[in-house]
């Protein structure tokens, strides 16, 4: 006797066709459906429903597991680069429009390359059919006397499948240095040469003046031209050399993301540390405050660096960026006492020749 | 007898239906606490006196060991980065846990309003009518945006890229439509799954 299973939502309804065991007791009210031998999905709109036997069933409950969890998350894992191969697939078209995409041929069969593919149908969802579809999929999952051995697995996308996503460049560099997101940044600071590092006795109320200063900038800063400094204007020399990218220069523009990137690392820095040296980092921030890059100035364990927020807000190539954007870098020191200082990386190295040659008396 | 430190053994039977995820001391991730925040946020403009059925919720729910009171339930919103008044403490699991519950109960309960604001926005679109002629829809937003731009820092990167009501009312129908998938049959664990994409090993 066929069994036909039926999950109906507005817009979307799932059949299921199949078979029980033979061994099965006739009098059951709701016999297992253990058996599948078609599987039909209608939507409303489309005359023509998408179905298959049970490699199409299994591809389409998983693709479309797989997809609901990128949809809320917006991080899609290797799986889903990998899903080729399926017999579904789903893309993203826009923010509210879903493909899907069914190929049916058998992957065994030879295939007459002078034929135009027929097997391949498309049918594109808004939002609220592709949640018809999940939650009739999610309804399938619920149901103990359908198909029992197919059952909902979620897990999370894991940092290595992410990872992976990132370019080969940056991969290829050694780990030793520390992660760097963006491999422009990264070869950016290779060739500059590692500056002379001062402790940070003296800078406590100094910094807090400099962090305060850029909130006046910031609010009326459109109006007021930047008061130019000798200080101002950025060493020639170190310019060349981070010419390869792009380097924002505008000090207007360089307090605004020095503020930022102060609210962003202290309000992420919670936990208290145990280190004993102060941690002192070259960070590179993008316009629209992002930290695409960082490395360590001193030696830092990977123990030690597990205290600081860095690595946790480096920014994830979850979308794209253009790889030429310009960046500001900073100097971070993550003092022991909890407190962080940050100054902009030219004022910093050039403070010291800078102070020399203003004290000619 | 019971000692207040081992309330964690005796938590609410609906919250182990969402997996544990290993977590450093710095408690739940950063895009974690963001995204939490932001759809409690879309679901107080989609309901109004939204933070009321809220903790209202947690008495039903039986999570009063986890949100005393008002008070905490502030705290543990506010640890969404972005946030104004944001709190320099860990969420931790538990607790996301609890405010996820909350998200897919009061979710389930604006379905029906959810799913038709959904279908117009997407008329409205194709029409190429204005958003403001539907009167429930530009309330949503308009609603959205006054809490947004009081509650959150304007001077935090994540905040500046929705300095136009244009960038925020994509937020906010964006947050809607997760919305919907987190009320489903199994909405509220992919919501969970989902706020550990790319965090774990």
């Known amino acids: 006797m066929t069994i036909e299973r039926q999950y109906s939502l507005p817009n979307c309804k799932l059949i299921l066709q199949g078979l029980s065991e033979a061994n099965s007791n006739p009098n059951d009210k709701r016999p297992l459906l253990s058996l599948l031998m078609n599987a039909e999905c209608h939507f409303v709109g489309h005359p023509q429903p998408v179905t298959g036997g049970r490699d199409f069933f299994e591809s389409l409950v998983q693709q479309v597991s797989l997809y609901a969890q990128s949809f809320l998350s917006g991080i899609s894992s290797l799986e889903s680069v990998e899903s080729q191969r399926e017999i579904v697939q789903m893309q993203r078209l826009d923010e509210n429009k879903h493909r899907l995409v069914v190929n049916d041929q058998k992957t065994g069969e030879v295939q007459d390359a002078s034929t135009p593919n027929p097997s391949i149908q498309q049918i594109d969802l808004s939002t609220v059919q592709l949640f018809d579809l999940v939650e009739a999929v999610d309804q399938f999952f619920a149901d103990s006397r359908t198909l029992p051995e197919l059952s909902l697995q979620l897990r999370p996308v894991s940092k290595r499948t992410l990872k992976a996503e990132k370019p080969v460049t940056q991969k290829a560099l050694p780990a030793a240095i520390g992660i760097s997101s963006l491999a422009v940044a990264a070869l950016a600071l290779f060739f500059v040469p590692i500056p002379e590092v001062r402790r940070p006795e003296e800078p406590v109320p100094q910094s807090q003046s400099q962090l305060e200063t850029p909130e006046s900038p910031t609010a009326s800063g459109s109006d007021d031209p930047p008061i130019t400094t000798p200080t101002d204007t950025p060493e020639p020399s170190l310019e060349s050399n981070l010419s390869p990218v792009g380097s924002i220069n505008d000090p207007v523009e360089i307090e605004r993301l020095q503020a930022l990137l102060f609210e962003e690392i202290n309000r992420e820095w919670v936990t208290s540390p145990t280190f004993i040296d102060p941690l002192i980092y070259r960070v590179s921030v993008a316009p629209d405050g992002a930290i695409v890059g960082y490395k360590a100035v001193n030696e830092i364990t990977p123990a030690t660096e597990d205290q600081i927020p860095l690595p946790e807000l480096l920014y994830k190539p979850v979308g794209s960026r253009t790889p030429d954007e310009p960046l500001a870098d900073y100097q971070v020191i993550f003092n022991p006492d909890g407190i962080l200082d940050i100054t902009p990386w030219n004022k910093k190295t050039q403070d010291s020749p800078a102070s020399d040659s203003m004290s000619p008396e | 007898m019971q000692v207040e430190s081992t309330t964690t053994t005796t938590n609410p039977i609906i919250l182990d239906s969402l997996p544990d995820f290993p977590l450093s001391d710095k408690g739940c991730p950063r895009r974690t606490r963001l995204q939490i925040d932001l759809m409690l946020l879309a679901i107080e403009a989609l309901y109004l006196g939204g933070s009321e059925h809220m903790l209202a919720l947690v008495s039903q729910l039986d999570l009063q060991d986890i949100i005393k009171n008002r008070v905490i339930l502030w705290q543990l919103r506010s640890t969404n980065p972005l946030r ?117 090993e």
Not at chain 2, 171 to 196: E, Y
Request: proline share 3%; aromatic share 8%.
């Open chain 2, 84 to 200: 104004r008044n944001s709190q320099r403490r860990p969420l931790s699991l538990i607790e996301a846990k609890a405010l996820v519950v909350i998200i897919s109960n009061l979710g389930r309960r604006l379905t029906v309003r959810n799913r038709q604001l959904l279908m117009d926005y997407e008329q409205m679109q194709k029409k190429q009518m204005p958003l403001n002629q539907h009167l429930q829809l530009s309330s949503y937003l308009e609603r959205f945006r006054a809490h947004f731009r009081s509650r959150m820092n304007p001077r935090r990167a994540g905040v500046m890229v929705y300095s136009s009501d244009e960038k925020l009312d994509e937020l906010a129908m964006d947050l809607l439509r997760k919305l919907l998938f987190c009320t489903g049959t199994n909405g509220m664990q992919r919501f969970w799954i989902s706020l550990f994409d790319g965090e774990v």
